[in-house]
């Protein structure tokens, strides 16, 4: 199946050997901690269900038939051959998948979509251009953009993954963790390790969630060198088993085994591939990681090291169950039995270290998939702390750090074995795959225009692969799966009562926008008073004016000199770059000193500080007076507005991109003086930097003297703060939705500044009810 339609020129085939192997080394620790420890629990869960053993070893040979090649098909052949092709930007996981799906159909469930948008660089890369139009892709995009029903399943297949991979950041650290101090069991009676295992998996779990805060880039050196040692433990160990105990175990790599096992075990057959699925966790994160490394590093590490490694520790293990029958069923099963005695305590110590990593690399995923969420309306706000001046994507969230903690912990001591959590978390991974496997089955079709054959069969052979683990794994609801369905349940329903009500906000916005022209008619004679200094009015408008302004100029009829209606937006790119960041425009006749600034951020870009934010915003709008209409031009509509309510807007980037920047320094002929305030520091004097450019006429010299001016004024951040309610009439589920649950997370979650540490003392909020 050649799915390789040139998407994206991967960055890593540029990139020199030496920097390529040391991504490859570096991803060992952070991608694929959680696949390289399965090995301590995918044979005891797979054997704790009743499995006749017979003297020719078939139900060994059959379990590890089914282990290698579940393996080869999913993590081998599926992520790395095909879907790691699907990046978005070099940006992978659920949501990249739903974003590239958004730009090239518009079934994206953001609000605030514009046609200006599609004009980024990050829109344009990602398409398909080795065929020409595809009747099945035409087709399919016609009918993802004709019905709302398809763009909401679409939407909720999103969600779903996502709060899946959440619920799989509960359970995998318990798992991991349990799994690994379970090795305590062989040198201590069963009575007395319970006492010692749980306190202990606690213990470790505490530490590492403590940790959090610090960051994986001041501990990631450890990552690498102990997954690394790990891994060559485990296959050293293979080997050493299968010469030792049986040669002849290579005969499993057969697929005759598999249907062996299949065709004899019957009925206990599906309780068994619940184990079995536990050999490909983690499979997710080198398509969920893809942005921390490059295509070629990640293929070369799974391929070179992982793949090998883990399948020689299976292939041994299963060497030395065929000659110790007798243990599987006993109390003292597990992978430690099969380490010689003299290794075991070094191979424990190694095993919980890598169980840590583990864990830390769901956590890692967990925190990024969150903050997508946020950016993307899907979650409710919370403070997002990047523990990296230099890798973007290294950030702590402490709610939902301290959240996870509390839950691992509870279902650690709630369990107390690694059989519930096995599958719990078997559940949680394989539906991860199944949105997964459909999502990308979409952009085979849809983005890269291929035939309805090979998008069929994308879904066909995987889908079913994964259907009868998913039906495995439901088999076991009462044991332990229905942990991840709760947890899943729950972060869905937040997920989309938070984006449904975010939805209904910026809908009565729309409905209840004045018009400009009655702002234009405001004037000195009717008691509205301008006021020197800059305001800014927070709206998720991108045309209009938003009713919050209404209602504060009615209840005090005066603004100030300078007048911007901000908003910033969230667009399904990973990254926008600092030149496409601003769209600047005039509301009105230029005498009326009315602007509007849509800031745009990516999913994964960074935001700054409110003095650099505010510094490039006055920036970006005095290059707008400057170059006046020389710049390319859009319409600041969504696709659905009629023309009549559409402005000209202009692409404007920060400071580091265009020729006006502040600096400090001395009088000159081509500087004009500008003042910065501040709460506690005495005033300084700034300068804009204006380039000599006869361009510049006596009015748009005028404009940015007046710019200057009020900028030196101050600069007053005006919010809204806002109490949702539905409609009378409306049904007892939706007065549910709006009155109790979005009004429940609104008040508890964080507010929505404009940037991080918005300064308190030049802010000001408008207090509305929403009637939705």
């Not at 505490?206 to 880039?217: D, E, N, R, S, W």
């Not at 099963?333 to 890598?354: C, E, Q, T």
């Not at 599958?423 to 991860?432: K, P, Q, R, S």
């Amino acid at each position: 199946m050649d799915l390789d339609c040139g998407i994206r020129e991967n960055s890593a085939t540029r990139l020199p050997w030496k920097t390529v192997l040391t991504l490859a080394y570096q991803s060992l620790g952070v991608v694929y901690g959680d696949l390289s420890i399965s090995p301590l629990y995918v044979y005891r869960s797979t054997f704790a269900e009743p499995i006749a053993l017979t003297e020719n070893n078939e139900e060994i040979y059959g379990v590890f038939s089914l282990v290698f090649w579940a393996l080869t098909l999913i993590p081998l052949i599926k992520y790395v051959f095909i879907v790691l092709k699907a990046d978005d930007n070099g940006e992978g996981g659920t949501f990249a998948l739903y974003s590239l799906l958004c730009r090239h159909a518009r079934v994206s469930s953001l609000h605030n979509r514009q046609l200006a948008d599609e004009e980024l660089s990050g829109y344009k890369k990602g398409y398909c251009n080795v065929t020409p139009e595809r009747c099945f892709a035409s087709r399919m995009k016609m009918a993802l953009e004709k019905h709302k029903v398809l763009q909401k399943i679409l939407l909720v297949l999103a969600l779903i993954g996502t709060s899946m991979v959440i619920g799989d950041g509960v359970v995998t650290p318990s798992l991991s963790v349990l799994s690994a101090v379970s090795g305590v069991e062989l040198s201590m009676s069963k009575e007395h390790h319970r006492y010692v295992e749980v306190p202990a998996a606690c213990v470790i779990l505490i530490c590492l969630f403590a940790l959090q805060h610090y960051g994986t880039h001041r501990v990631g050196f450890l990552f690498a060198p102990i997954i690394f040692t790990w891994l060559f433990s485990i296959g050293a160990i293979g080997v050493y088993n299968i010469f030792y105990w049986n040669p002849q175990v290579y005969v499993a790599l057969s697929p005759y085994y598999v249907c062996r096992f299949l065709r004899k075990t019957r009925g206990a057959k599906w309780v068994s591939l619940g184990g079995i699925l536990l050999c490909i966790t983690g499979s997710e994160a080198m398509f969920a990681d893809l942005g921390h490394f490059s295509q070629l590093s990640i293929k070369l590490a799974f391929t070179s090291v992982v793949y090998p490694s883990i399948v020689l520790a299976y292939m041994g293990h299963a060497a030395y169950l065929s000659k110790h029958h007798n243990i599987i069923h006993s109390y003292h099963f597990g992978f430690y039995a099969s380490v010689p005695d003299k290794l075991r305590w070094p191979v424990l110590v190694i095993a919980i270290l890598a169980a840590v990593v583990g864990s830390q690399a769901i956590i890692t995923a967990t925190f990024s998939i969150i903050k997508q969420c946020v950016a993307l309306s899907c979650f409710p706000r919370v403070k997002v702390v990047h523990t990296s001046s230099t890798i973007h994507g290294q950030i702590y969230i402490p709610e939902i750090n301290w959240l996870l903690m509390l839950l691992c912990l509870a279902v650690t001591i709630g369990f107390r074995n690694t059989k519930h959590l096995g599958n719990a978390a078997g559940l949680a991974v394989i539906t991860v795959m199944l949105v997964t496997t459909i999502l990308m089955s979409l952009v085979i079709a849809v983005c890269w225009k291929q035939r309805f054959i090979l998008a069929f069969g994308f879904v066909a052979i995987f889908g079913t692969i994964e259907a009868v683990f998913f039906s495995a794994s439901l088999v076991k609801f009462l044991e332990g799966a229905w942990v991840s369905i709760a947890l899943a349940f729950v972060f869905l329903t937040v997920m989309y009562i938070w984006h449904y009500g975010t939805l209904k906000k910026y809908e009565f916005d729309v409905q209840n926008k004045v018009s400009i022209n009655w702002l234009l008619s405001l004037s000195p004679s009717i008691g509205i008073v301008r006021v020197p200094g800059i305001s800014l009015i927070q709206t998720d408008l991108v045309s209009g004016i938003p009713a919050i302004f209404s209602h504060f100029v009615t209840n005090l009829p005066a603004f100030h000199r300078v007048l911007v209606f901000l908003c910033i937006k969230h667009v399904p790119v990973p990254h926008v770059s600092p030149k496409e960041r601003f769209l600047v425009g005039r509301i009105g006749p230029r005498q009326f000193r009315l602007y509007r600034c849509i800031v745009r951020y990516g999913y994964r870009n960074v935001h700054k500080d409110d003095l650099e934010f505010e510094n490039d915003l006055v920036c970006s709008i005095a290059e707008f007076i400057r170059t006046g209409n020389s710049s390319p031009e859009f319409n600041t509509a969504s696709p659905s507005q009629e023309p009549e309510q559409t402005q000209k807007m202009t692409v404007v980037g920060t400071c580091s991109t265009h020729t006006i920047t502040m600096s400090e320094g001395t009088n000159n002929q081509n500087h004009t003086d500008l003042a910065e305030t501040s709460e506690i520091q005495p005033r300084k004097r700034v300068r804009f930097v204006v380039p000599e450019s006869p361009g510049i006429d006596d009015e748009a010299r005028e404009e940015l003297d007046e710019l200057m001016e009020a900028r030196e004024a101050g600069v007053v951040y005006i919010t809204g703060q806002y109490y949702m309610r539905a409609k009378g009439g409306s049904s007892l589920l939706k007065k549910l939705v709006i009155n109790v649950g979005y009004e429940f997370l609104r008040k508890n979650t964080r507010a929505a500044p404009y940037v991080p540490d918005m300064p308190h003392a030049s802010s000001l909020e408008v207090g509305m009810v929403y009637q939705v």
